[in-house]
């Protein structure tokens, strides 16, 4: 009876969650986006009734295929996966039906295939070998040393502190360092124990045994039969046998229990083993280049000679002099990174013996050198030798390109895994959304010149959209033009593209800042504490498809000739305004022409036009405005067009017998490329992605057009150089991603 009434209740809960991805949302709305928290915490605190879940999602995954319901598939999909994950032992047979569902979804369109074959790989290894999914899970969130599975994985959150308010970051920097402290390598490393024996041998596992033995032992041991498990598991990848791995274990199991006698302890039955929260460092974003410091320290982190003091100074003087500055720049024909030009005369070979000078003036150039010079130390990170350090094991491309004698054979060159991942959660507005986008254009100009992240670092970019009230200087100009709801136009357009996303993140909007400026009480930091945490971990776990966003690039010319052109980039919105501040000697003729002509300047634009049929069409036009929005993101998610809506507000002349009006009337435009140019000299000012930090004033003329990836870019120009025919898309650039795209990881990507 008490087994009806548990499953009675896991059912309810289930279709409880299913009624709020239908817009059928509780009676208390607090408890929106919480549905799917308290459900894997009941099944925490009885682990047995992880089966119970399981099979009631599968029956719930078939009949949400029979009905036709595709909106619940990834959702259901995903809480069972997260719940077989953490469960101490799902029967074979139970997974063979998930297994056969996941098989059937490779039928459907994407993401619904895609999201199958990821989960239907992993349940393969799973069935093969029992617990793998949840050792490889604890062992690359907290980095172990383990050579069967060496990668490691780190979650940055990065908060503009403009954006923010003080409160909020105090809390989330709080609750990160609190899921630090209660877990070390020695206890991930008996929870993989207890979790790999558990899931091989079941409920014939003395689990209360084998904790009270592990923890008796000194570390040393509790390392060494980790490793011995780890070992035992994966290598069941190479051999596929279930019996072979449950005997593997079975014999670790023995061995660490063979102090105490047989039958000393009884059979606890099934126990939970706790999932570590993932390693999340939180970083305040007051840097330009902060992300590209933090990643760059990831891969490599100093070694134990480099001073810690001098850490900081040397990451700020830490600058790559040959990173391109623009796509048209590629066209430099040298990209070495080091010269060997010393800079005096005698030490130049002649023209004719060049190819020689090396080998037959070998001691004279050992002799010649400066003299009277300083020397100066390189700090670690303005070296090569530093970025190129962790590579330096064999079969690896030394820091710079060495001079080959005779005779010294090279190593053989292999390719580099990507062993890091880094998992970059932002929290704010659209705003920080454009600071990620002007961040990852330049990361990818870096890599462009000298690739160091790109072949060694996965990179993944996840969004947590966070308004809070208008309490600092910066959120009150911002919010004069823009409202709470325009400044979170990502968050809700990839709510709209993926209902899961819609009901575990997006709820955090306003949940965040609520839960922060709550009264400090124990039940507040039981909630913080818990929620926050584990549903950034959920996202970053479970978050692995993305949604590609569109980068834009924009050329900014000023009223002044002597003036550079500026150049960068936005993500979200460029918006233009007439610009108020006028030279006072400018001041009578222009009233008297705005008297004439009405509000706003005089402009020419000029637009390729977007159609269905992909035809392009230029288009020019000129018109009278007083300002005019480009928004990058589409109004509906189903939207296939990549293109720019363009809003401009256009002023219209009137002539009546009461005398002459004017009426503003609004034209919209379809455009990947756009040209605007004031005709009458009248500067105007251009504001990116909403953020009053990034506004130009006495702008004259403005060019957007789809942001080049940068190593497209550098391919294209060298190809071309090569090319007869000046062909644009040749050799490899043919088969190069040509627009840079900013992927934000949902949970189901773009359901159609």
């Known amino acids: 009876m008490e087994s009806t009434e548990v499953e009675s209740d896991i059912l309810r809960r289930v279709r409880t969650l299913l009624r709020e991805l239908d817009g059928h949302h509780p009676a208390c709305q607090c408890d929106r986006g919480m549905l799917r928290w308290t459900l894997h915490k009941k099944i925490d605190q009885n682990p047995s009734n992880s089966a119970v879940l399981v099979k009631i999602l599968v029956k719930e995954l078939e009949r949400a295929e029979r009905g036709d319901f595709r909106h619940y598939i990834i959702p259901l999909l995903h809480t069972l996966m997260y719940a077989l994950i953490k469960a101490p032992c799902i029967s074979d047979e139970l997974c063979g039906r998930v297994y056969d569902f996941c098989k059937k979804l490779l039928t459907l369109p994407k993401p619904f295939c895609t999201v199958g074959l990821d989960y239907a790989t992993r349940l393969k290894m799973e069935r093969m070998a029992p617990g793998v999914l949840y050792q490889r899970m604890v062992i690359s969130e907290q980095s172990l040393k383990s050579d069967p599975y060496p990668y490691q994985e780190k979650i940055f959150i990065f908060a503009d502190p403009e954006l923010l308010s003080e409160a909020i970051c105090n809390a989330l920097v709080t609750d990160t360092e609190a899921a630090q402290v209660s877990q070390s390598p020695r206890a991930c490393m008996g929870y993989v124990i207890l979790h790999a024996m558990q899931a091989a041998l079941g409920e014939g596992c003395d689990i209360s045994g084998l904790k009270a033995r592990l923890q008796d032992m000194p570390t040393s041991d509790v390392e060494h039969w980790f490793q011995q498990v780890v070992s035992a598991v994966e290598c069941t990848g190479h051999e596929p046998d279930r019996g072979q791995h449950v005997a593997r274990l079975e014999k670790i199991y023995r061995a660490v229990l063979s102090c105490l006698r047989a039958g000393d302890a009884p059979l606890g039955g ?36 480099c001073e810690p003091d001098c850490l900081s100074q040397d990451l700020d003087n830490f600058e790559i002099q040959d990173i391109i500055s623009d796509c048209e720049c590629c066209e430099q024909t040298r990209f070495s990174v080091l010269s060997t030009d010393s800079g005096i005369e005698r030490d130049l070979p002649a023209a004719a013996e060049e190819p020689f000078a090396l080998c037959s003036t070998e001691t004279e150039q050992y002799r010649l050198h400066r003299k009277g010079g300083i020397k100066k130390k390189p700090s670690p990170l303005e070296s090569v030798a530093f970025l190129q350090a962790g590579c330096n094991g064999p079969g690896v491309k030394p820091p710079a390109k060495l001079q080959r004698r005779p005779g010294t054979p090279l190593d053989a060159v292999t390719p580099l895994q990507r062993l890091h991942t880094a998992r970059i959660v932002l929290l704010g507005d659209d705003r920080v959304l454009g600071r ?32 809070m009230g208008q309490t600092n200087t910066l959120a009150v100009t911002d919010h004069a033009a823009t409202s709470q709801e325009e400044l979170c136009e990502v968050a809700g357009y990839l709510g709209r593209a993926d209902p899961w996303y819609e009901s575990n993140i997006n709820t955090l909007c306003h949940m965040i800042p609520k839960l922060a400026t709550m009264p400090s009480s124990p039940s507040k930091h039981l909630v913080t504490d818990l929620f926050i945490t584990d549903v950034i971990a959920y996202y970053v776990r479970m978050g692995t498809q993305p949604v590609c966003l569109q980068v834009y690039a924009v050329k900014i010319f000023f009223n002044d000739p002597a003036q550079e052109p500026a150049e960068d980039v936005f993500l979200t919105e460029l918006r233009t305004q007439v610009q108020e501040s006028i030279a006072h000697k400018e001041l009578s003729m222009t009233k008297k022409k705005t008297t004439l002509d009405g509000p706003g300047i005089d402009l020419t634009v000029t637009y390729r036009k977007v159609v269905v049929s992909d035809r392009a069409k230029e288009l020019a036009m000129s018109l009278r405005s007083t300002g005019l929005v480009m928004k990058a993101i589409p109004a509906d998610e189903a939207e296939d067009l990549v293109c720019l809506n363009v809003n401009i507000t256009e002023i219209i002349r009137i002539n009546n017998l009461s005398g002459r009006s004017f009426s503003a009337v609004a034209n919209r435009l379809k455009t990947r490329d756009i040209k605007i140019r004031s005709t009458e000299q009248r500067p105007f000012t251009v504001c990116l992605d909403k953020d009053s930090r990034r506004t130009y004033r006495n702008v004259i003329s403005v060019e957007v057009s789809p942001c080049l990836e940068p190593s497209y870019c550098l391919q294209k120009t060298r190809a071309m150089k090569l090319s007869l025919h000046g062909t644009e898309d040749v050799g490899l650039a043919k088969y190069m991603p040509k627009s840079l795209l900013l992927p934000i990881n949902t949970f189901a990507g773009v359901i159609q």
Do not use: C, M
């Open 270 to 305: 099934l126990q939970g083993t706790p999932l570590p929260n993932p390693n999340i460092s939180f970083h305040l974003w007051t840097e330009d280049d902060q992300l590209w410091k933090e990643l760059v320290l990831f891969i490599r982190p100093l070694s134990q000679s």
């Open 436 to 467: 990620l986008a002007q961040a990852y254009h330049a990361l990818r100009k870096r890599e462009t010149r000298r690739v160091f992240l790109t072949p060694r670092l996965n990179l993944q970019f996840y969004y947590i959209p966070v308004v």
